[in-house]
C-alpha cells in the first residue's frame, strides 16, 4: 500500500558530499514524522535525524554539524545532505515514515524503505 524508495547512495572519499532522497508513494493521507536511520556491518540500526511535518529537525550527536535534513510535504519527499563524511559514516541507510493511509484512520503506520548503501573511503 505504501512504499518507500531511497537514492543517492555510493562511494565517496573521506570529506566528500552526498544527498539522500526518498520519495513515499501509495495510499497516503498524511505524513507526520520521517527520517533516516543507518546500519553498519556488525551494529544495530541507528538513528540518523529526523524531520517532523512542521519541519521540526532532530540530529544524533555524531553527524551534528555535518549532515541536514530537509523534506518536501507536497512532494512526500526526506532529504539527508551529507558532508564531511567520514568512514565510520559507511552504512547502509533507511528511510523512515510515519504515514495515514486514510482520514478516519486514528494512528499512524511505521513503514521503512529498502535501505541504500554509503560507503565512505579514507
Known amino acids: 500500500q505504501v512504499r518507500l524508495v531511497e537514492s543517492g547512495g555510493g562511494l565517496v572519499q573521506a570529506g566528500g558530499s552526498l544527498r539522500l532522497s526518498c520519495v513515499a508513494s501509495?495510499?497516503?493521507?498524511?505524513?507526520?514524522?520521517m527520517g533516516w536511520h543507518r546500519q553498519a556491518p556488525g551494529k544495530q540500526r541507528e538513528l540518523v535525524a529526523t524531520?517532523?511535518?512542521?519541519?521540526?529537525?532532530n540530529y544524533t550527536d555524531s553527524v551534528k554539524g555535518r549532515f541536514t535534513i530537509s523534506r518536501d510535504n507536497g512532494k512526500n519527499r526526506v532529504y539527508l545532505q551529507m558532508n564531511s563524511l567520514k568512514p565510520e559514516d559507511t552504512a547502509v541507510y533507511y528511510c523512515?515514515?510515519?504515514?495515514?493511509?486514510?482520514?478516519?484512520?486514528?494512528?499512524?503506520?511505521?513503514?521503512w524503505g529498502q535501505g541504500t548503501q554509503v560507503t565512505v573511503s579514507s
Open positions: 523512515n515514515a510515519e504515514i495515514k493511509n486514510s482520514w478516519f484512520e486514528s494512528t499512524f503506520g511505521n513503514y
Open positions: 501509495g495510499r497516503i493521507f498524511s505524513i507526520n514524522t
Open positions: 524531520i517532523t511535518s512542521g519541519g521540526r529537525t
